[in-house]
């Protein structure tokens, strides 16, 4: 019997679901969308869509799944009871509440660690623990790790992606010793590689859902990283941008870097590092002034080789994590030309330009120099923006023909560690 493997993918807007077939071919799809998502509803609504989008699924794919593996958005952290209910809304990837708490980091662990950052999930665990209603924390958990113990029923497990922002040291498979000055290590979670198998879908969950009982989950990843993994990129020098709500760059390094001035990581990739940071820049910005059928419609009336004359640097709202890492850096968006045409060429710009800025800041610090860019995510269907983008990145920049961060989650639930090269240690 033909068996499937599932991924869900839960983004910034939406949770979506793919089964794949051995041979990567897409045997159904579901998606729920969350509309604008109120801080604190987020942990409820992400629970109820990650049992809803399975259910919704042909109920023969989810008879015949195998195996299970989700991604999250990186660094968006939650505090939880023994019974995996959250105290506290979650604090989502761009939440930078925590800048005392980096300051703290930074004087114990140096400040260009990944850590070092006020977005970053252990900075999120300092300030949750000073919180005096919150002394019953059992688990600080990613929501990748929150999402796959509710539906494994084995809570306190995270991978080396996910696991990265919290402190974890991926060179020595530990959490280093000054990570539990600061906060119990009983806490955190324990950390496998991505792809590793953690257990079965819990039986009572597998039967509400009609699931078979030896579907098993895999440990996860981040969604930037599904997205790498989608576009099925394997050669230094390659890299992924995700044009989704944020802007998130990946290049595949034969060295590791980290700058958490600029927030700058490497994620482990086996043999390779995935170098890069995430904007807050991105497609959300542009949706705060044109609706997808008016960027179709007036990007076609744009040249992309033409400069708009307009010095941009698009955010949603104050605050940047990368190439520049600053809580409250301005959003740049004036002056604003009378044509829209003209006004969303300066937009498209200006996210060019920051994708170009931090791939030459990637090179800057080590890593192997860009030669290939393929896009990712809703923004890479737009040609023209991918013209302007190869003008100002200098390199090819091509289409992933899949798309979207859900198809590597899909993959990694298919493939699990195998699709990440040997090594004798990450």
Known sequence: MIRYALGLDFGTGGVRAMALAPTEAIEAAERIDFGHLAEQDAARVWRDSLFEVIAKLPQGVRKRLSHIALDGTSGTLLACDADLDPLHPPLLYHDARARVEAERIA???GPEHTAASASSGLAKALWLQAQPQLDTVRYYLNQADWLAALLS???GLSDYHNALKLGFDVAARRWPAWVGQLVPLA????????GSEIGPVERGEANRLGLAHDCL????TTDSIAAFLAAGVDRPGEAVTSLGTTLVLK??????VEAARY???SHWFGDFWLAGGASNAGGGVLRQFFDAAQIAALSSEIDPQADSGLDYYPLPRPGERFPINDPALPPRLAP??????QFLHGLLEGLARIEAQGYARLVELGATPLRRVVSAGGGAVNDTYRRIRQRLLKVEVTTAPQQEAVFGAARLALHGTALF????KP
């Open 107 to 109: 004087a114990i662990a």
């Open 153 to 155: 029923g084995r809570p």
């Open 187 to 194: 806490r955190l979670p324990q950390v496998v590689a991505p």
């Open 217 to 220: 989950i895999r440990a996860g």
């Open 251 to 256: 290049l595949l390094s034969e060295k590791r």
């Open 263 to 265: 927030g700058v990581y």
């Open 336 to 341: 604003r030309p009378a044509a829209d045409r």
């Open 421 to 424: 090269p040997l090594q004798s």
